[in-house]
């Protein structure tokens, strides 16, 4: 009995940790490709910055717009399946990089892999909700969405000492390779035991089909915290330039990762054993205090001291919503849930890096990040006044 209780509890089981290997795979390419084919656009096409950053915003476009269809989608076609089949396309998109030189067509490449993009995040992201014991939800989505952390870390790393060293086509290969060795793991994951969609089979799209209802007032929570880390992820190197903080800049992002990774185990664990207000309000505050001091940030120890914050904060706060959002529904609706969190994540992220561009051109970046900080101060309230009651379903001491 206390074998059976162990399994049921375990959460490194082998389909886990293939499915942590293959997330790390798929965002390694994203990461690395964000940070380096603005230089390929416009060092090897002699475009503009501005047509540049095109290639990111055409991407993440085509992930808004698929990613309110891919619940139903893994309903009727199956999780894995989908999985596998978008990985095959997302594989064959990154092979296409060494053969697309025009620039509009470069774009449309973007925009079509944006589209697998959304659906391989989307049922890995499900597929890991299933997996996990309900009884360590919030700790073992914590430990997945590890996985994307470590991307954003190796990801611009190699990409940027790849073409430093060598070629955009030496670049291409090995994200190529990387992801078709995450497609393979892939195919190793059993979903067997797996709850069964109930709309296996009929293609049909209806309101319910496109969100998940219950989990919007969460992932509309999920939204504005992503709004203010668009200023972290669209504008910190631009920023870091301005400061003359450039030698220190990708040393921002190994602190970033490094303040989630180590806090994941603790905030997990306390998210399941005390409840998500006891991660999310702390995390909030953190967040905005990183935001505060990247405003006034003058040199290099207050500006990694500011990663450590808003790593702390961002992984925090983000991992349990992303659980909280799967926990407000019933499991076989895991997968409407995770598209929901996403769709909304993705378009805080699109509009913030919008909105926030067009303040850093009106008031400067420190007014980007006071911005950002405010905005969170607006999460604080909302959540305390909205959500922070919120039970999530099938949580029990441990």
Not at 143 to 162: E, Q
Not at 269 to 294: C, E, H, N, R
């Amino acid at each position: 009995m206390d074998m059976q209780q162990e399994e049921n509890t375990q959460i490194w089981t082998k389909r886990f940790i293939s499915l942590f290997l293959t997330n790390i795979s798929v965002f390694f390419v994203f990461y690395g490709l964000v940070t380096t084919l603005p230089l390929y656009a416009i060092g090897e096409l002699h475009q503009t910055d501005k047509e540049a950053g095109l290639l990111l915003s055409g991407f993440l476009l085509s992930a808004i717009i698929v990613r309110p269809f891919s619940g139903k989608l893994l309903d009727v076609f199956g999780k894995k399946k989908l999985l596998v089949q978008s990985i095959v396309g997302y594989f064959i998109c990154t092979v296409l990089y060494l053969f697309i030189h025009p620039f509009g067509l470069l774009l449309g490449l973007r925009f079509i892999q944006g589209i697998f993009f959304s659906i391989i995040t989307t049922a890995a992201g499900s597929l890991a909700a299933d997996i996990v014991p309900a009884k360590r939800k919030g700790a073992g989505l914590g430990y997945f969405t590890m996985s994307t952390n470590i991307a954003v870390v190796i990801g611009p790393f190699i990409g940027l000492l790849l073409i430093q060293y060598s070629t955009f086509n030496v670049l291409f290969i090995v994200m190529s390779i990387c992801i078709l060795a995450g497609g393979i793991l892939a195919l190793t994951v059993n979903t067997d035991d797996l709850p069964k969609p109930v709309h296996e089979g009929k293609l049909t799209f209806k309101l319910n089909d496109l969100f998940e209802r219950k989990a919007l007032p969460v992932a509309a929570i999920a939204s504005l915290v992503a709004f203010s880390y668009a200023s972290v992820l669209s504008f910190l190197s631009v920023y870091a330039q301005q400061k003359n903080l450039m030698a220190v800049a990708s040393l921002f992002y190994a602190v970033f990762a490094a303040a989630m990774l180590i806090t994941r185990p603790y905030t997990g664990k306390l998210y399941d054993t005390k409840g998500p207000q006891f991660v999310i309000i702390p995390g909030i505050i953190s967040f905005a205090i990183g935001l505060v001091m990247l405003a006034f940030v003058e040199g290099p120890m207050l500006f990694l001291s500011a990663a450590i914050f808003i790593g702390f904060g961002y992984g925090a706060v983000t991992t349990s919503l992303q659980a909280l959002a799967v926990q407000s529904t019933a499991i076989q609706r895991s997968g409407y849930a995770t598209a929901t969190y996403f769709t909304m994540f993705d378009l805080g992220i699109a509009l913030g890096s919008y909105i926030l561009g067009m303040v850093a051109v009106q008031a400067g970046y420190a007014s980007v990040y006071l911005s950002g900080a405010g905005l969170l101060g607006v999460v604080f309230i909302i959540y305390l006044l909205r959500l922070a009651k919120m039970k999530p379903k099938k949580v029990v001491h441990i």
